[in-house]
């Protein structure tokens, strides 16, 4: 069972680079979601989707973008990655929003020298 | 808004001795709640969940009672193994799809 997957899990970046993250999920679950995991913070919601074609900004959205072309795929660009974004992110899914259980990929641990 | 506080940690502990993880939640109406966990170098997964007042969540021995009165959902394990070693979250979802986060409580377990 593949669920939720990221790549890439380990990634550095020069100041001003700019990369995508990957998740794809094959549960055919419409909610999906992009979190950043900072030490002592908890989870932070950076975009979610609820469908194909419809994204919405999270809690911490500047600096990054998403699309939802396909109910599979869900990118998070960074542009002009800074030092502040180093942090672990993790893609989700959902059946059916929030109140369902979220799958996780395994995260991506993205590092800005 | 709705929101979860969850206590501190490091909680480190010997093989067999009791946990407790507290967890107090702020929102309007009566949620579900949620107890995720995170064991090294993996993402989060669900281990118990309850969705009304008094329900008891229970999962690989691990339990946490959904309590209105006190707005608490404590988690409890009364024998904890080296396996159980890992970051636990309490959660609950927000209006807008999202899921509240706790900060996570790093617990270890020495044998």
């Known amino acids: 069972n593949a669920g939720v997957t990221q790549t890439p899990k380990f990634r550095i970046l020069k100041i001003g680079q700019s990369m995508t993250l990957q998740c794809a999920q094959d549960m055919n679950h419409n909610y999906m979601y992009w979190y950043r995991q900072d030490p002592g913070m908890g989870l932070k919601l950076i975009y979610y989707s609820v469908g194909a074609g419809i994204t919405d900004k999270g809690e911490v959205p500047n600096g990054y973008n998403v699309s939802r072309s396909t109910t599979e795929d869900f990118p998070l660009r960074l542009e002009l990655a800074a030092p502040s974004q180093t942090s672990v992110y993790f893609c989700a899914s959902s059946y059916a929003g929030s109140n369902t259980e979220a799958f996780f990929g395994q995260g991506t641990r993205l590092t800005v020298v | 808004g709705d929101s979860v506080t969850q206590m501190e940690g490091p909680v480190t502990l010997s093989e067999e001795a009791f946990l407790t993880i507290n967890c107090t939640y702020t929102?309007?109406?009566?949620?579900?709640l949620f107890w995720y966990v995170q064991y090294p170098g993996e993402g989060l997964q669900l281990l118990l969940k309850?969705?009304?007042?008094?329900d008891k969540g229970s999962n690989k021995g691990f339990e946490a009672t959904y309590r209105k009165e006190t707005t608490s959902f404590h988690l409890e394990k009364g024998s904890v193994q080296v396996s159980d070693s890992a970051v636990y979250f309490c959660a609950l979802p927000s209006r807008d799809y999202k899921l509240s986060f706790g900060a996570g409580t790093t617990v270890t377990v020495r044998a």
């Open positions: 309850a969705t009304k007042a008094d």
């Open positions: 929102a309007t109406g009566y949620p579900s």
